[in-house]
């Protein structure tokens, strides 16, 4: 079985993996399934509202659990548990994740990954070689949003192959926004609905302000009910389902 990973295969079997951050059980975190949720510090991008900045940058402390352990977890879990989340930060930025994942399978537990969707690349041999069993894809915003409200510069057009990609094959997956009104309005929405329009589902979720990378955004006034519905309902037309998250 190939990937993207060089070197000793022997991490393979979890002999220096390591995880940083881990809710042991989740009923949130899989659509349909109980799991168990890790995450991995680092992120290639530096959105402003994000509400895990410690994470994305990769500054710990962190929980440094390893992964034997885990998987000691997951073996007396069968029957409770059925899969693994595997999120950040962005985890494809790991180049054990394919490992892992490979682990996980082994074990007989789906897989899911959150992303940014902004590396295909790094996903590609897990969709490949069947080791991923659903997927949510973060989509920051309209086009030329991107740069604004990541920090950096990003190709939209690799967000877009990621989507792409898992639907040619077969995987399951939801988009996902998170949304402060200084950063995306109601037109901004519309026009990333355009973009990413098709048979998918779409979680809009307001942004959590009681941290935040950017610390200008810290503390304000994230958008009400009234203007998620607003937007939903505006949405819609372009998606399968248009669902507000949290």
Not at 108 to 116: H, R, Y
Not at 124 to 145: E, W
Not at 169 to 176: A, C, H, K, N, T
Not at 200 to 225: A, E, F, H, M, V
């Amino acid at each position: 079985m190939s990937g993207y990973i060089e070197g000793d295969w022997a991490t393979a079997q979890g002999e220096n993996m390591v995880v940083d951050g881990w809710v042991k059980v989740s009923l949130i975190d899989f659509p349909g399934s109980i799991c168990s949720t890790l995450f991995f510090g680092g992120c290639n991008l530096r959105c402003r509202y994000c509400h895990n900045p410690k994470m994305a940058l990769g500054q710990g402390p962190f929980e440094e659990v390893k992964w034997n352990t885990v998987e000691e977890f997951l073996k007396d879990g069968k029957g409770i548990l059925h899969g693994v989340c595997f999120s950040g930060g962005e985890p494809t930025l790991r180049p054990d994740l394919y490992a892992m994942a490979l682990r996980v399978k082994m074990s007989g537990f789906k897989v899911k990954v959150d992303t940014n969707g902004t590396m295909p690349e790094n996903l590609f041999p897990l969709i490949r070689d069947g080791l991923l069993d659903y997927a949510a894809v973060d989509v920051k915003g309209s086009p030329g949003k991107y740069r604004e409200i990541c920090g950096v510069d990003v190709s939209e057009s690799a967000v877009m192959e990621t989507v792409e990609t898992l639907e040619r094959f077969g995987i399951p997956l939801e988009l996902r926004t998170t949304v402060h009104q200084d950063l995306l309005s109601r037109e901004d929405m519309l026009e990333m609905a355009r973009w990413m329009q098709g048979e998918r589902i779409l979680y809009i979720q307001p942004c959590r302000t009681s941290i935040t990378l950017d610390p200008r955004l810290q503390g304000t006034l994230g958008p009400d009910k009234a203007w998620l519905e607003g937007v939903a309902e505006a949405c819609a037309p372009y998606f399968s389902k248009v669902i507000i998250r949290g």
